[in-house]
């Protein structure tokens, strides 16, 4: 009996069994019906299918900002030349340029005999002036620069791997130390004197560490009346006559080298304008005033006060600026995403004065939005009198992390020497710049750039046209990361400068600032394993739009332009979108199923 009720039951499930796998594969069959049905009969989806590929396909294709070796080329060609023909000799003007340069510099101070081989070639790219040490602290930051210096350095060596190695391990350990070791130019002796003759007796050294810039440097204290500040004061030597002379050397050395042409024209343009802003940094009231304006009614960020400036401008008292800097704490959020298990051991003591790192995973969630809804306060939120103010300079060392009155992340900011004023149009356009960046839209974006350079002649809509074509090979037609803003505007500016367009000092220091803010989050961003949260920003466009309206602005113009082109090119603005929204970790587990 019980033999035969198993036979029954065995027969049982293998009918259900049959049944079922028949329903599966016809369940099956229906489904993938539907979705080819729904991916490739609907162009619609079909477009944005594609367009979620590239997207893909982008995150892991390297930029290419384009081959400079020819102006390299040429360059060293001219230096050849010139050598050979002794023609540097023979210019007077730029003879005697050189000599009153070394004159004026302090390169009789370095102690080549105690210094190892990075120290010797920092201390050399330091005492070589104010633009040689701000150029190194930017190449330091541009791995795509670095990779390229490394390449034609070693293009046609002989030597060996390990030497090669050495040597550039040597060159760039001394570029980075530009960034965070910066030389003191004074003795912590000649600090403190300096300190009495400018801000009176009373104020004494916290720590004998001295923080460097390119052109200040800063050092920690406890005021008179007991509350800790920081002093800030230009570095010995450093002053308007100084940077003349930089200036007219290198435009002068860049003459000599690259001949009379379009290209060597636009290079010397770039660096006048460089030290034309550096120039404005000698004097603190500026500074003064800028944070002034800055922290005016600031909700969603802080700016440490300013309390006095010398009476010479060359030197300031500031509040000390509360949490960790945004730099330092970056490189703890990757060691902590590295070494989790040894986190909370490793930085106790740091953990002990600010607290909220003791979560290190709620800190990685909320930096992107944290930062990036300072980014909106600064960049649409009208003042009174319809104005805004933006940092002008906002990498991570000059923003510190710390928590509000009600526990929640914000940023401090520090050195507010260079700020940018904007008014409702100014907003509206660059609202029009990122809604059409965001979607790939190449005429929008070359109509933007043609515009902030005030460019009026004739042939405008010709120029427009050929910059639109140049921005959709270059970078939005092809398989780009376009999250990645500094290689982006590299390749712009080249883009530009090709078309004989330079956009003015205001518009050019705007989108800078604009830029350095959207890569801030895109790195934060990445570092947390998320997608660049742009839903943040559509947030807060309802609240900046009203502000706009009322004077006299129209920010909706430029979204139903980016939206429009969305419409009509739904494979190339999804395949850029994407980019915003999808988490690079995340698309590399979905890369087999929709490749």
């Given at each position: 009996m019980i033999g035969k009720l198993g036979k029954y039951v065995a027969a049982g499930i293998k009918y259900a069994a049959n049944k079922s796998s028949k329903y599966t594969s016809a369940i099956s069959s229906k489904m993938n019906k539907a979705e080819d049905l729904l991916f490739e009969k609907t162009p619609v989806l079909r477009r944005i299918q594609t367009g979620f590929n590239k997207a893909q396909e982008s995150l892991f294709t390297p930029f290419d900002s384009g081959d400079r070796s020819q102006l390299f080329t040429s360059l060293k060609g001219?230096?050849?030349?010139?050598?050979?023909?002794?023609?540097?000799?023979?210019?007077?003007?730029?003879?005697?340029?050189?000599?009153?340069?070394?004159?004026?510099?302090?390169?009789?101070?370095?102690?080549?005999?105690?210094?190892?081989?990075?120290?010797?070639?920092?201390?050399?790219?330091?005492?070589?002036?104010?633009?040689?040490?701000?150029?190194?602290?930017?190449?330091?930051?541009?791995?795509?620069?670095?990779?390229?210096?490394?390449?034609?350095?070693?293009k046609n060596s002989n030597i060996s791997h390990e030497a090669r190695q050495k040597t550039w391990d040597t060159l760039s350990e001394a570029l980075k130390s530009c960034q965070s070791k910066g030389t003191p130019s004074r003795t912590i002796q000649e600090v403190e004197d300096y300190i009495t003759k400018t801000f009176g007796s009373g104020y004494t050294l916290r720590s004998e560490k001295i923080a460097v810039g390119s052109i200040g440097e800063t050092c920690f204290v406890t005021r008179p009346d007991g509350s800790n500040a920081v002093i800030k004061m230009l570095k010995q030597g450093v002053d308007?006559?100084?940077?003349?002379l930089e200036e007219k050397l290198y435009t002068r050395l860049l003459r000599s080298l690259g001949g009379k042409n379009d290209e060597t024209d636009k290079i010397i343009g770039t660096i006048k304008n460089y030290y034309k802003n550096w120039q404005k940094e000698l004097n603190f009231n500026n500074e003064f005033n800028n944070n002034k304006l800055l922290q005016a009614g600031a909700k969603r960020f802080k700016v440490a006060n300013i309390t006095e400036v010398a009476k010479d401008g060359r030197a300031l008292v500031m509040d000390n600026a509360e949490g960790i800097q945004m730099e330092k704490l970056f490189e703890i959020m990757k060691d902590y995403r590295a070494n989790p298990s040894v986190f909370n051991q490793k930085y106790a003591k740091l953990i002990e004065k600010n607290p909220w790192l003791a979560n290190p995973e709620q800190v990685l969630k909320e930096l992107p939005k944290t930062v990036l809804k300072s980014f909106d306060e600064q960049f649409l939120f009208l003042k009174q009198g319809g104005k805004s103010i933006?940092?002008?300079?906002?990498?991570?060392?000059?923003?510190?992390?710390?928590?509000?009155?009600?526990?929640?992340?914000?940023?401090?900011?520090?050195?507010?020497g260079n700020c940018i004023l904007r008014s409702s149009d100014d907003i509206q356009n660059d609202i029009k710049f990122f809604s059409n960046y965001f979607v790939g839209n190449s005429r929008a974006v070359a109509e933007y750039f043609v515009n902030a350079c005030n460019y009026t002649r004739a042939n405008k809509e010709m120029v427009t046209s050929n910059i639109a074509k140049d921005l959709q090979k270059e970078i939005f037609g092809k398989n780009h990361n376009i999250t990645n803003f500094g290689q982006v505007q590299s390749s712009i500016n080249n883009i530009l400068a090709k078309h004989g367009l330079n956009m003015p000092d205001s518009s050019a220091t705007a989108l800078?600032?604009?830029?350095?803010?959207?890569?801030n989050v895109s790195?934060?961003?990445?570092?947390?394993?998320?997608?660049?949260?742009?839903?943040?920003?559509?947030?807060?466009?309802?609240?900046?739009?009203?502000?706009?309206?009322?004077?006299?602005?129209?920010?909706?113009?430029?979204?139903?332009?980016?939206?429009?082109?969305?419409?009509?090119?739904?494979?190339?603005?999804?395949?850029?979108?994407?980019?915003?929204?999808?988490?690079?970790?995340?698309?590399?587990?979905?890369?087999?199923?929709?490749a």
């Open positions: 001219h230096i050849k030349e010139n050598l050979k023909n002794g023609e540097f000799m023979k210019d007077e003007k730029l003879y005697n340029l050189v000599f009153r340069y070394f004159d004026g510099s302090s390169f009789n101070k370095i102690n080549f005999k105690q210094m190892d081989s990075v120290q010797l070639l920092q201390a050399i790219i330091e005492k070589s002036g104010v633009g040689t040490t701000k150029l190194a602290q930017i190449i330091a930051d541009n791995n795509q620069i670095m990779n390229g210096l490394k390449n034609r350095i070693f308007k006559d100084k940077l003349e933006m940092h002008g300079d906002p990498h991570m060392g000059n923003y510190f992390i710390t928590i509000d009155s009600k526990g929640k992340l914000i940023p401090e900011f520090i050195d507010t800078k600032a604009q830029i350095q803010f959207m890569s790195k934060l961003s990445k570092l947390a394993g998320e997608s660049m949260d742009i839903s943040t920003v559509m947030k807060d466009i309802p609240f900046a739009s009203y502000k706009l309206y009322r004077y006299g602005a129209n920010p909706i113009q430029p979204l139903k332009e980016a939206l429009r082109f969305a419409y009509y090119n739904q494979e190339q603005s999804s395949s850029k979108i994407f980019q915003f929204v999808l988490s690079k970790d995340k698309l590399a587990n979905q890369m087999p199923i929709c």
